[in-house]
């Protein structure tokens, strides 16, 4: 079985500055990993994956993600946050073989201060 | 549209009573999820649909819970003679094979009175 852990529920910052958001999982078989966004009354939006190859994903918006075995991690970063950021983050995890579920964590609000 | 859409988006009934909530997923999607998303409980997995069996029911909290998915496509989950506690965001998703990244749709937001 997959946990995740999101080690803050809530994140301020400035507007152009820096974040990032914590993630670690624990499995006993290899994974894939996923960040998913929610904005307010809305469902979840993929924001970026690894399912193999390159342990850094980035995404359309500037978010990126880095996948560190060694660490058990998968923590997201943005070099300049913008107020559209604002929003609940969610990591999650599913083994390898797609044959569980997605396990998510709780869920990090960044609100993002002008 | 082409993504998943859910309905009604908002519902407000009186304990006891059932309710049915809907999901329309992405077309050509085999797989199908629902989850349920409480107010600092996170996102809970509730049931899983390949094509129109179920192979991981695990997360049904109750047999007030069920669910079932016909032709391959729609989705309803039901709960029966509904509690407070069960006043949640529930989600849908699908994707095209288990394991490849899921599309949710909007929510239903269930109020329990």
Do not use: M
């Not at chain 1, 990032?20 to 966004?37: A, D």
């Not at chain 2, 032709?71 to 394991?99: F, H, K, M, N, W």
């Amino acid at each position: 079985a997959q946990s995740v852990t999101q080690l803050d529920s809530q994140v301020p910052v400035f507007e152009e500055a820096p974040v990032e958001l914590r993630c670690n999982y624990s499995s006993s078989v290899s994974v894939y990993l996923f960040w998913y966004v929610q904005y307010p009354n809305q469902g979840l939006q993929l924001l970026l994956k690894y399912l193999s190859g390159s342990t850094l994903v980035e995404s359309i918006n500037g978010f990126e993600a880095e996948f560190n075995k060694s660490q058990t991690s998968f923590h997201l970063r943005k070099p300049s946050v913008h107020i559209s950021d604002t929003a609940e983050y969610f990591c999650a995890v599913s083994d390898f073989r797609g044959n569980t579920p997605l396990v998510f964590g709780k869920g990090t609000r960044l609100s993002v201060i002008a | 549209g082409a993504g998943v859409s859910q309905s009604p988006s908002n519902k407000v009934t009186e304990k006891g009573k059932d309710v049915e909530l809907r999901c329309d997923p992405i077309s050509g999607h085999t797989a199908l999820y629902w989850y349920r998303q409480s107010l600092g409980q996170g996102l809970e997995f509730l049931i899983y649909f390949q094509g129109n069996s179920a192979p991981d029911k695990s997360g049904l909290p109750s047999d007030r819970f069920s669910a079932e998915r016909t032709g391959g496509s729609v989705s309803t989950l039901t709960i029966q003679r509904t509690q407070q506690e069960d006043s949640a965001v529930y989600l849908c998703a699908s994707s095209p094979d288990r394991g490849q990244p899921q599309h949710f749709g909007d929510g239903t937001r269930l109020s329990i009175l």
